[in-house]
């Protein structure tokens, strides 16, 4: 069963904290930590990996904090996730880097499989952030 650890769900909820609050400037992570009810502690270790990928911008000291370096509409669901949960395969031999399978040309799920990866990454790809603020997506 594919599932998204709290790293990925948590990054998702930041990312659209920030958009919901990208008037406000730079945004100290202890604010977002209290609105999402997430660990301080737990954040701390997600933001460096979404400001590498320059998902985000950060500045230390008084009236530092984060802020979004695109708007919401730019941002991907499934790259946030990809980023923070590394490739998603429905099975071994469509992960990234995978040794092919000797059994790939006669294999009577492989279609199915592959077919299922692409409808999971288009649809997360076509997700965008803008999306998912919007009150009448619960």
């Known amino acids: 069963m594919m ?13 659209i904290d920030l958009a919901e609050h990208n008037d406000c400037g730079y945004i100290a992570m202890k604010q977002v930590a209290e609105r999402q009810n997430i660990s301080l502690k737990y954040l701390e270790r997600i933001m460096p990996s979404l400001v590498k990928a320059r998902l985000i911008e950060g500045i230390h000291g008084k009236g530092g904090g984060y802020r979004l370096t695109r708007t919401p ?3 991907s669901v499934g790259e946030i996730l990809r980023l923070t949960e590394g490739e998603f395969a429905t099975v071994a031999c469509l ?7 000797e059994r790939s040309n006669v294999c009577r799920t492989y279609p199915m ?11 997360l790809d076509s997700v965008t952030i803008a999306e998912l603020m919007k009150s009448d997506n619960k």
Do not use: H, Q
């Open 3 to 15: 599932m998204f650890s709290t790293r990925g769900r948590y990054a998702l909820r930041v990312i």
């Open 73 to 75: 509409e730019e941002y």
């Open 95 to 101: 992960e990234c880097n995978a040794e092919p399978c």
């Open 113 to 123: 499989w592959n077919k299922l990866n692409d409808l999971i990454n288009n649809y």
